[in-house]
């Protein structure tokens, strides 16, 4: 499995942003765990968005209403659309999918909300 992010950079606060994630692997072909995860400076990383193995949706709250995710299974592909940024959004966002009991990690794309 490999998970190719894209779509991070510079954004004032109250902008918008597009990650994408390109899988590989054929895991959109059932409902694996896939989505994204964030990890600001001297912080952990978190959950923020994630699609569940019987197809729900997992937000954390500090991103609910603002952030939404969504897949193309045709292009084996899963979005995170994050309107209405603000600063403490800024942190390397990763794509993360478990496949077969095996939790994958996409390089980090970084995002940058700027006040």
């Known amino acids: 499995v490999q998970l190719q992010a894209s779509g991070g950079g510079l954004v004032q606060a109250g902008g918008s942003l597009r990650l994408s994630c390109a899988a590989s692997g054929g895991i959109f072909s059932i409902n694996n765990n896939i989505g994204w995860f964030r990890q600001a400076p001297g912080k952990l990383r978190e959950l923020v968005a994630m699609?569940?193995?019987?197809?729900?949706?997992n937000y954390a709250d500090s991103v609910k209403d603002r952030f939404t995710i969504s897949r193309d299974n045709a292009k084996n592909t899963v979005y995170l659309q994050m309107n209405s940024l603000k600063p403490d959004d800024t942190a390397v966002y990763y794509c993360?999918?478990?496949?077969?009991?095996?939790?994958?990690w996409g390089k980090g794309t970084q995002v940058t909300v700027s006040s």
């Open positions: 993360y999918a478990r496949v077969g009991g095996m939790n994958y």
């Open positions: 699609f569940t193995t019987i197809g729900s949706t």
